[in-house]
């Protein structure tokens, strides 16, 4: 089977901690030398594209801004669809420059409240804004919903746990933006013109990554880096289109 | 029937707002006199017990401190029972001091969480804490799961969305002390001497109150004040041992 485009994630698969991953720096190369579309696909909420690309540059990737999918995006472009543009962000870092032109920040009246990492932006105050705004008709958009990630000082709540607070106030589900979100992959296809069975998406996540592509119809193939672990795999009950040891080995997958 | 002893929850029975609802404080001197035994159950959790039972006789109620049994008396018992005393408090107001002397509060190492109406308490800072015991072995104690209550400025967040929030980080499933657990209901009545079926339970709310005395095998009497509504009780399915139209009618049931 040929593929004629890829869907990269990022942590974990081109790079772990602030080191490339071995061969990663080369395969990228190749596949810009080559032709061969591609963009980036992770579900980072903590940091704006122009940031993630920034590191990705310092790393030594050429990967342009443009090519980089994250959950913000997704959810720009759901409000862009729904018509309506006015948020409350829940979010730290700088993410919110994701935002900026996307439509009213922080307004009186809410159309969407969006939460992703929140960090140090938590507080009851900024919660019960959102709850409040979900109370009187905003939608809540979660920008991902894992449990909890790995800071430098230990394990720290995600954006997942106040998408379920508030899902658990106001009765209401949120809308999953970043993936597994068929429309998030959506939107990557779309960029580079291609449908999703000309297209093969490289993860480190058996769920998000791996079953979210093929979902979504294209194929899932698993690198054993990053988050990967034999046991998450053989307890998945996904199977993966091809596992390669590490992103060097994207070649192998071209058929060409 | 003959009611030999009376469980009374407090906020939209004894009073609303801060005002008696009419009768109840002739009711309650009809109680005392007539030497019926009572308990005041109330999932309150921002208020001590002193705190509460100084407005209860700011507003000319003469119940005495121990007569009021509120969630972190369920909790102080139910960590005395596991014989652990460790526990991180998350919770605002002056409630911490129905804790005091009940074991090592926000000790570094916790064998209980225990999370009731935070505020200004809640930060991400205190909730990743609350996280990071939960994840190194300690239980979840919820002292309520209510979702919301109207504040003075409007709705606001209650225990149950961080409760929520901790149980979808944790994969741990909250112990709730409060009403309608029945040990909660069990303290009360052991207090007074008395069983189940000698008891009849007062209160205005259809589910934790009526349905939660009826589970513990007591009387459940609905008062038509605080926050009932004629739909919650007709879309409730649960059937009260009796309706009166506020606590000032108590002496209608006592089957003297």
């Given at each position: 089977l040929k593929t004629d485009g890829f869907l990269i994630d990022l942590d974990g698969v081109l790079y772990v901690g602030n080191r490339p991953v071995g061969g990663a720096l080369d395969a990228i190369g190749w596949l810009i030398e080559s032709g061969r579309p591609f963009r980036c696909l992770s579900?980072?909420?903590?940091?704006c594209r122009k940031t993630i690309a920034g590191q990705l540059s310092a790393m030594g990737f050429p990967i342009p801004e443009e090519y980089i999918f994250t959950p913000p995006r997704a959810a720009v472009a759901y409000m862009k669809a729904a018509g309506k543009t006015r948020f409350q962000l829940l979010a730290t870092g700088d993410v919110d420059r994701d935002f900026v032109g996307a439509g009213t920040m922080?307004?009186?009246?809410?159309?969407f409240v969006i939460v992703g990492d929140a960090g140090d932006a938590l507080t009851y105050d900024s919660l019960n804004a959102a709850f409040r705004h979900l109370m009187d008709g905003a939608a809540l958009i979660a920008l991902e919903r894992d449990r909890y990630w790995m800071a430098h000082d230990g394990l720290s709540l995600s954006a997942g746990p106040f998408v379920a607070a508030l899902e658990y106030a106001t009765g209401q589900q949120a809308i999953v933006v970043g993936k597994p979100s068929k429309s998030f992959f959506a939107l990557a296809l779309a960029d580079m013109g291609l449908r999703p069975d000309q297209v093969a998406m490289i993860g480190?996540?058996?769920?998000?990554?791996i079953a979210g592509a093929q979902a979504a119809g294209m194929r899932g193939i698993l690198v054993r880096t990053g988050k990967f672990r034999e046991e998450s795999l053989a307890g998945s009950g996904v199977k993966p289109d091809g596992i390669i040891d590490s992103f060097s080995r994207i070649r192998e997958i071209t058929g060409a």
């Open positions: 579900n980072t909420t903590r940091k922080n307004p009186p009246q809410a159309d480190d996540d058996i769920v998000t990554d």
